[in-house]
């Protein structure tokens, strides 16, 4: 089936650095990615959708200067943590879809601790 | 704005037990329906895909069924195991978003 390899699974950082979170489509083109946040024991957030070549459209109180969102090829969306702070230390999972037909499929997350 | 509801929250269950979970949807103009199965500390893992035309979907000891003029899904799970104990997710696919139930937490007791 349809894979979305995500790294690093886990990443500590000192706060007011930039963190770079990779997500790969290995057997599929994904031409459209999501990045979602989730806080423990609650449920996904979605932050952003990103087709390839656009720029990426963030939800309503997601700051699009702090989370940076690249989508530069089918098969590899980026999110960029800028300048992280203690309070952005949370669970980062993306998922991507070949479109309607074949459902979304999403990485392993990530977890990320700004110290 | 569609909105998932997912009944049980919480159902913990003898081992060997057969089971259903419920997820319910308001908008009935969706792609598909998919449930997921989401481990703590991990990411989702994709358990059906139930496309709008289709009525269900199997794989080993899982049956998904999608009533969507009523705006209905149930996950069904055969004889249930310990190594089923997770957090289960309905989502709905329409226009461009997946929209996500609450989930339902489920114990599988040895």
């Known amino acids: 089936g349809a894979v979305v390899s995500q790294h690093p699974s886990r990443v500590i950082c000192k706060s007011g650095t930039s963190v770079k979170i990779e997500c790969r489509s290995l057997?599929?083109?994904?031409?459209?990615m999501f990045w979602y946040r989730q806080f423990p024991k609650q449920s996904l957030m979605l932050m952003a959708t990103?087709?390839?070549?656009?720029?990426?459209?963030?939800e309503q109180g997601v700051e699009k200067d702090k989370f940076l969102i690249n989508h530069a090829s089918l098969t590899l969306s980026t999110l960029t943590v800028t300048s992280a702070h203690p309070e952005d230390s949370s669970f980062y999972i993306c998922?991507?879809?070949?479109?309607?037909?074949?459902?979304?499929?999403f990485g392993s997350g990530t977890r990320l601790t700004v110290v | 704005k569609q909105e998932v509801t997912q009944i049980p929250a919480a159902l913990s269950v003898p081992e060997g037990e057969n089971l259903v979970l419920n997820c319910s949807f308001t908008?009935?103009?969706?792609?598909?329906l998919q449930w997921f199965r989401q481990d703590p500390g991990k990411g989702l893992t994709s358990l059906l895909l139930?496309?709008?035309?289709?009525r269900e979907q199997t794989s080993g000891r899982l049956n998904a069924s999608l009533d969507k003029s009523s705006g209905r899904s149930t996950l069904y799970i055969a004889a249930s195991q310990p190594g089923d104990s997770a957090t289960y997710l309905c989502?709905?696919?329409?226009?461009?978003?997946?929209?996500f139930g609450k989930g339902t937490k489920l114990t599988v007791n040895p």
């Open positions: 989502a709905v696919s329409g226009s461009e978003k997946l929209v």
């Open positions: 990103s087709n390839e070549g656009s720029k990426a459209t963030y």
């Open positions: 998922s991507g879809t070949g479109g309607p037909d074949y459902g979304y499929t």
């Open positions: 057997d599929f083109q994904a031409t459209t």
């Open positions: 908008d009935s103009a969706i792609y598909n």
């Open positions: 139930i496309q709008s035309s289709q």
